[in-house]
């Protein structure tokens, strides 16, 4: 009981959104399924370029008139300039500041217009029709791309290594290099060629043959091997070596230089 009023009562007399939506469930799929295709749509439909198109909608008109005084200018040269403007129907906000010897006004245009150039255009138009500005005034000049500006870029990085997880990796691609040299005694120079971790390995081994075919083919190098099995040190060693390739090679010291051509990253050891 509550209120003098029964549990039955309160069931009876009780009307909510929960209710509602028990009730009449099917009205409660439709909404569920709306919003979800609503929600695909709206994630497609998302612009996702890296350096995404932003619409201009600033514009500003400025007028000099070297010696009047900024209530002078305001009167004969701001008020016609904000006449001119306002004519445009897609103009939202106009705001002007009048100073001595030159006033500014600022326009904008309203933020559901994407092809704002094409406005923009028509108030240069209108405002190239005034004709009869005060005797050493003028002219207007029009600054179309004042509200152009840079786009914000973020960069994520991660932390810098430390010098003892280098050392080990230098010393598992030495390890690696000194018993390939060994299986293949010789004159011999050793090309490492590294990856973010993150390249897929089929990506890399594209790469690795193409640029091993265009250095022979270019008599850079010559008897090319394929890359070297590395002993399962760790994972985080492991990760980086796959993501390297090592070549035992003969290399005329003349080609050195143009070899890094062919290479995006390499080093000699």
Known sequence: MS??????????????TARFFTENNHISWVLLIATILWGIYGYMAMPKRKDPQLPMHYVVALCPWPGAGAEKIEQQIT????????????????????????????????ESVFESTKEFDDVKIRLDSIKDLPEGAGPIIFFKDFGQTAALMLTVASPKISQVEISLRAEAVSEAISQARQKNPGARESLIINFPGAVKAEMIERFRDL??????DRRLLRNVRNILTVPDLSVLTLKWL????????????????????????SGNR
């Open 3 to 16: 209120h003098g009023k029964s549990d039955s009562e309160l069931i009876r007399t009780t009307h909510n």
């Open 79 to 110: 008020r016609r300039i904000e006449e001119k403007v306002a004519e445009n129907s897609k103009v939202d906000q106009i705001t002007s500041i009048a100073r001595n010897g030159v006033t500014v006004v600022e326009v904008r245009v309203q």
């Open 211 to 216: 640029m091993a075919q265009t250095a022979s």
């Open 242 to 265: 796959m993501a390297a390739n090592l070549y035992p090679i003969s290399l005329n010291s003349s080609s050195r230089k143009e070899l890094r051509s062919c290479t995006p990253t």
